[in-house]
């Protein structure tokens, strides 16, 4: 280890040195390795593998081609829950992005009580996920929960919300978007730091609006930070199932169940694994194009600036 | 007009945090008053611990702290050292296949283990690890994001230090440990953050590969204790919750700076 990096004088041995710098970095690297080919590389690859084969409840595991490709396709479940995944990501990730600028542009501000509205709008991004669905769930509750107690005392009748397969989307839609817009937040007040003050005093100078700097200086500065936002939103929305498990199981009838949380039911209630591993090798296709976007259009984007 | 508009943001700014904090609030005021003012709001209503001892009592949350302790400090240790020698060989090193065995690192931050949760728990039962600690921290060992940040902070240390370290006669270890791990400190503190918050709350995966009360952390804790075929008391079930977050909740409340940059420098990487 030691002869690796130290000045070895005699040009002779330069071929011998790469050699064991070539060793010594192989066993640097050696636990990193060892253990993201165990726990990601072979795992991707058995989830590829496995989708091929049928279960072998009775007998072997036999290879089956394409067939649970097809029963996929036709299994209403999934198409559902793909659905429900795409609403709940556009139900979420424009809301949370609009709030979080909304939030980033007043805690930039010298506005009364800056530090604590930060802390305000920040606080639940430390909490976790299934304490907030246990909070939340309360709200939702029929008639006891505080949702129905406010709207009875607006004079409203009360309403089942997780319940009904018309409320239950954007109930856990609120959540999320409460949950991950101070998060957010945190990354357009970074951007907005970086905005030279000249700019400002200069647009005041030119008699521009608040709102015609906000629009035409502002945001499009911001567009770098918005991209990078919204990939990463996008994401978390094929991520975050675990207050599915709190609040309402998927339901009713995977209403608002999401294609991970369909993943794990198949797998780890219904035992199917294969058909399971099938699921997931949508799911890693579909994680694998958002960030391939976000390679390539992302990440050439910063390099210009 | 401008003084007219300004006030009225700092209005809307007020009522949208104060809106913000109400499902905490909320959970406080029914975590420390009787079930029977869960949802009734009287300035009067006595405080009391009572909900805490009864949840205390009903479930071995002793132990599910204990086991989210030893799994954060598992996952943070492993993570910090396996991180640490990586990204000093990518960083420093030039080596055959440096190139494809980044993209491979890189690999993680696409597809996390988070989402190969049927797979992993095959692999974690064949090595015969099932309802462990180990079993819930191994996925996450090796980060592909910790290994990211620290060859970013590695690479920009100054070649003199590292050169006047040899001159010195340090080793590559020793270099490693006296020039690259000190000037590292501020991504370290993110990660190290980042990364507990992240393991404190995880849930999917530990509710899927613990059984038992010797290896569930919290999150998974509350779960079980929370679910309705249980039929505890409400205010009980929120002073549970309260319990779960809380020392997360205070260490962010103390550290608020320190969290909200470490995410913020974690997150733009």
């Known amino acids: 280890m030691v002869a690796a990096v130290m000045s070895d004088a005699a040009p002779s041995a330069a071929k011998r040195r790469t050699w064991t710098t070539s060793i010594n970095a192989w066993l640097l690297l050696l636990p990193a390795i060892v253990l993201l080919a165990t726990f990601t590389h072979y795992p991707i690859l058995a989830t590829l593998y496995h989708s091929f084969f049928s279960l072998g409840r009775s007998g072997p595991a036999e290879f089956i081609g394409l067939d649970n490709y097809r029963y996929m396709l036709d299994d209403d479940v999934f198409w559902q829950v793909l659905r429900n995944n795409f609403i709940f990501a556009i139900a979420t990730v424009p809301t949370s992005i609009a709030l979080a600028l909304l939030m980033a542009v007043w805690v930039d501000k010298k506005i009364v009580g800056r530090s604590f509205l930060r802390l305000a709008f920040f606080t639940p991004t430390v909490l976790p996920m299934i304490a907030v669905a246990n909070i939340w769930l309360f709200f939702y509750t029929p008639d006891y929960g505080l949702l129905d107690q406010f709207l009875r005392f607006l004079g409203f009748a009360g309403h089942n919300w997780l319940g009904d397969p018309a409320t239950v989307m954007s109930c856990l839609a609120v959540m999320v978007v409460w949950k991950e817009a101070g998060f957010f937040m945190i990354f357009y007040l970074a951007a907005l730091q970086t905005i030279p003050p000249e700019l400002k005093e200069a647009a005041s100078v030119e008699g521009a609006s608040r709102w015609y700097f906000f629009r035409r200086v502002t945001l499009p500065l911001l567009m770098p930070t918005t991209l990078f936002i919204s990939i990463n939103a996008l994401i978390n929305s094929f991520k975050l199932v675990d207050q599915l498990v709190i609040m309402t199981k998927g339901g009713p009838n995977n209403a608002s169940s999401l294609l991970l949380y369909y993943i794990y039911e198949v797998a780890f209630n219904f035992w199917d694994t294969t058909y399971a591993a099938t699921l997931t090798v949508t799911l890693i296709t579909i994680l694998a194009a958002v960030a391939l976007t976000k390679f390539v259009y992302l990440d050439r984007r910063i390099h210009y600036q | ?269």
């Open chain 2, 1 to 269: 007009m401008r003084r007219d508009s300004y006030s009225i943001e700092t209005l809307a700014a007020w009522t949208l945090a104060l809106l913000w904090l109400l499902p905490l609030a909320y959970s406080l005021w029914s975590a420390f008053h009787p079930s029977e003012y869960a949802t009734r709001f009287d300035l009067t209503a006595p405080l009391t611990f009572n909900n805490f001892v009864k949840a205390w009592n009903q479930a071995p949350f002793a132990r599910y702290y204990l086991n989210t302790l030893m799994l954060v400090s598992l996952v943070l240790a492993g993570q910090l050292v396996i991180a640490t020698l990586a990204a000093y060989a990518f960083a420093r090193f030039k080596f055959v296949g440096r190139d494809v065995l980044f993209a491979l690192v890189l690999v993680q931050l696409m597809i996390m283990p988070d989402v190969l949760i049927v797979e992993n728990y095959r692999v974690i039962s064949a090595l015969n690890l099932l309802d462990t600690i180990p079993a819930i921290a191994l996925p996450y060992m090796a980060s592909a994001f910790g290994i990211f940040l620290l060859r970013q902070t590695f690479k920009g240390v100054p070649t003199e230090l590292v050169e006047a370290a040899r001159v010195e006669g340090a080793s590559s270890f020793g270099v490693l440990w006296r020039v690259f791990v000190p000037l590292g400190k501020t991504t370290y503190i993110a990660f190290g953050l980042v990364s507990v918050s992240y393991h404190w709350n995880n849930f999917l995966w530990p509710l899927i590969v613990t059984n038992s009360v010797e290896s569930r952390p919290l999150t998974v804790g509350l779960a079980v204790f929370g679910a309705p075929e249980t039929g505890v008391d409400w205010s009980v079930i929120t002073a549970a919750t309260v319990m779960t977050m809380a020392p997360l909740l205070l260490a962010f409340l103390l550290f608020q700076r320190q969290f909200v940059q470490s995410f913020m420098r974690a997150g733009i990487r």
